[in-house]
């Protein structure tokens, strides 16, 4: 059993490890701490989901009470945050002196929630998101956020380096989750915006293949405004020294139009357009884009 009421300044480059969940990410999370040399501890619902792991070194705890003796850090990475109530808020199962990163998907609110309970529960608690497919775990590519308290962060931060680029984003245990949503946002815009742009030169003949490369180039390059636009936000000053939101407005009529004489779904296209028309209502025609933040800031309206 290991002694887990003391945290370390910062775990040896060999500490122990737990992971608790063993699906795919569960599997490529454990995978990364054994190549890493870390003696790791295994547990999953499953037991079968752990052959692998086994096969190339890991412990299969007999139950959650053993899997967190096991090891001063315990990484939990399960379907949802009930999912980790379910099997960890239990009389029988002690988390006083461990410290806890959850690496379980869901929201701001159930982050600090759960930084709560486990502080009655006498745990030290982190929140992460992984931002990166299993794969690529274990490589730098592989980047994953930590928030809650600093000195929890840095007691191991060199075990967890072994998953990847590793980054503690503050002491609000919600801002992991907060990041995680907000880059689930940019991904599925930069998405939807190519299939728009696919589904319109579909029409002329164009495959998707032969648009992905320009798409590409035009995504890098917008990727490179977002520092200029981000110091005017922070600002709030928004000066027109590119482009006026009303002549992007035109524009955007130009993109509705085109969809709809093409026979192209026009939702996305009218939606942005809608948002930059609010803006020019309240007379911010004038100013650049990014002035558009006051429109996102607000609460859904029918």
Not at 35 to 58: F, Q
Not at 64 to 75: E, F, M, R, Y
Not at 86 to 97: I, M, P, R
Not at 113 to 128: I, N, S, T
């Amino acid at each position: 059993m290991t002694d887990r009421t003391a945290a370390p300044v910062n775990a040896s480059a060999t500490a122990p490890v737990t992971v608790i969940g063993l699906g795919l990410m569960g599997q490529a999370l454990a995978g990364a701490f054994l190549g890493g040399g870390h003696p790791t501890t295994v547990w999953n619902r499953t037991r079968s989901k752990a052959a692998a792991l086994v096969a190339a070194g890991a412990h299969l705890a007999p139950s959650i009470g053993a899997a967190l003796d096991a090891s001063p850090l315990t990484i939990v990475c399960l379907t949802d945050y009930e999912a980790v109530h379910e099997l960890l808020d239990v009389d029988d199962v002690t988390l006083d002196g461990t410290t806890l990163i959850n690496l379980t998907s869901g929201d701001s609110a159930q982050a600090r929630e759960a930084a709560r309970w486990a502080e009655r529960r006498g745990a030290r608690y982190l929140d992460g998101a992984v931002m990166a497919v299993p794969p690529v775990i274990g490589t730098a590519e592989a980047v994953i956020l930590h928030s809650g308290p600093k000195t929890d962060f840095d007691a191991h931060s060199r075990t967890l380096g072994a998953l990847g680029t590793v980054t503690h984003l503050g002491e609000d245990p919600g801002l992991a989750s907060l990041y995680d949503v907000a880059g689930l946002a940019m991904m599925w815009s930069v998405l939807n915006a190519w299939l728009q742009g696919t589904a319109m030169l579909r029409k002329a003949g164009v495959d998707a293949a032969t648009y992905a490369p320009f798409a590409r180039q035009i995504a890098a390059g917008v990727a490179d405004w977002l520092p200029g636009y981000a110091q005017q936000i922070d600002a709030g000053s928004f000066p027109a020294d590119v482009s006026a939101l009303e002549t992007d407005a035109r524009a955007m009529e130009h993109l509705i139009g085109e969809s709809e004489a093409l026979g192209v779904n026009a939702e996305l296209p009218k939606l942005f357009k809608a948002m930059a028309d609010r803006a020019i209502a309240a007379g911010h025609g004038g100013e650049q884009y990014p002035v558009l933040i006051e429109e996102f800031g607000r609460p859904w309206a029918d």
